[in-house]
């Protein structure tokens, strides 16, 4: 590993600590080096505050070290002003000579013009730097900008014998096919995302709060197909914990496909990624349309002989692992 390559790999590193909080904005790292030693690090703070860059910067205590210094950064510096300045702007302000690039920012807002305007300023520029992990870390702002839609990531939990769920039940609650410790990794991931989408069914059987009780963290907001208002208020999802959209006829035309519509809803709301929780009606809809990035199926320990059967998809098996007698395989739409 070369030594650009170490002190990226360190912006990756603590770039996921705003992992949850900086959405819509990306999650940067950013570390600081002088003679072969890291003098600061930052990470984008949550969203309005500042990017990594600032951060990194205003914790540099002598700041003249900064005209020798070299700047790491998992993505192109911004060039424009948003909620904050251009950080390119404040980089060139303080005379750093080198910045060290994860990837390019291919947003139309920057798209280069953070590398043109340091390169301009006379500063030396390196550009492509464990650019594939970059991009994985960046994938769901990249997704928004380049597909005009959430990144999507699917989840369920199916038997031995391949059902999501049993055929019928006796109370209006979920009937768990995971351990507790699979549940609370799922409450982990929606802390992670910006939104939980589930269909009719789902909540009129199950009566979920999809809010984060098993880990700590905002509550994404509720994304709920409601086709023909069967929906009464009193429900969980429509209580005070998180905001709630709901997708009606009002909404979407469901006499044709209706997964890229929802996309366009949720990209129209700012929504750049979401965790689609079910049933295997609204997960088969968007696997149909390949409207999806990645896929965590959980594999429980029980059989129900018989049920709703789990929804069918291809794509990459990327990681298996176990959790005590539950398996997850998270698959990549490649």
């Not at 819509?24 to 690090?41: A, D, F, L, T």
């Not at 500042?50 to 700047?71: G, P, R």
């Not at 014998?161 to 609650?173: E, N, Y």
């Not at 006829?249 to 996309?263: A, H, L, R």
Request: with cysteine; aromatic share 6%.
């Amino acid at each position: 590993m070369s030594v650009h390559e170490t002190y990226i790999k360190r912006c990756l590193q603590i770039a996921k600590n705003g992992l949850g909080i900086t959405r819509p904005n990306p999650m940067v790292g950013c570390v600081i080096v002088v003679n072969n030693k890291i003098i600061s690090e930052g990470f984008t703070s949550a969203y309005g505050g500042n990017h990594a860059e600032v951060n990194a910067i205003n914790a540099v205590q002598d700041t003249s070290l900064l005209k020798k210094a070299t700047l790491y950064v998992t993505l192109e510096p911004c060039s424009h002003y948003g909620k904050t300045p251009p950080c390119s702007d404040l980089i060139i302000k303080h005379k750093i000579p080198n910045v060290v690039i994860g990837c390019i920012d291919d947003n139309e807002q920057v798209a280069g013009r953070g590398v043109k305007r340091l390169k301009d300023a006379g500063t030396n520029v390196i550009v492509g730097v464990l650019e594939y992990e970059c991009k994985q870390l960046h994938k769901r702002f990249f997704t928004f900008h380049n597909k005009k839609r959430p990144y999507i990531i699917l989840k369920w939990a199916e038997t031995q014998d391949g059902f999501i769920a049993p055929k019928s039940k006796t109370k209006q609650a979920p009937v768990w096919i995971t351990n507790k410790h699979s549940r609370q990794l799922v409450h982990k991931w929606r802390v992670e995302e910006q939104a939980i989408l589930v269909g009719t069914n789902t909540v009129l059987e199950d009566n979920p709060s999809l809010t984060v009780r098993d880990w700590t963290g905002k509550n994404p907001i509720r994304v709920v197909i409601d086709k023909n208002n069967k929906l009464q208020k009193g429900l969980d999802v429509f209580n005070a914990e998180a905001n709630t959209i709901i997708i009606d006829k009002n909404t979407i035309d469901f006499t044709v496909p209706i997964g890229k519509q929802i996309c366009t809803t949720l990209f129209a709301n700012n929504i750049n990624s979401v965790i689609i929780e079910g049933g295997a009606q609204t997960l088969q809809t968007f696997i149909d349309e390949n409207l999806w990035d990645e896929a965590r199926i959980f594999k429980g320990n029980s059989n129900f002989g018989d049920g709703i059967k789990a929804p069918k998809l291809s794509g990459k098996l990327i990681s298996q692992s176990k959790i005590l007698n539950d398996t997850l395989n998270i698959y990549s739409n490649d």
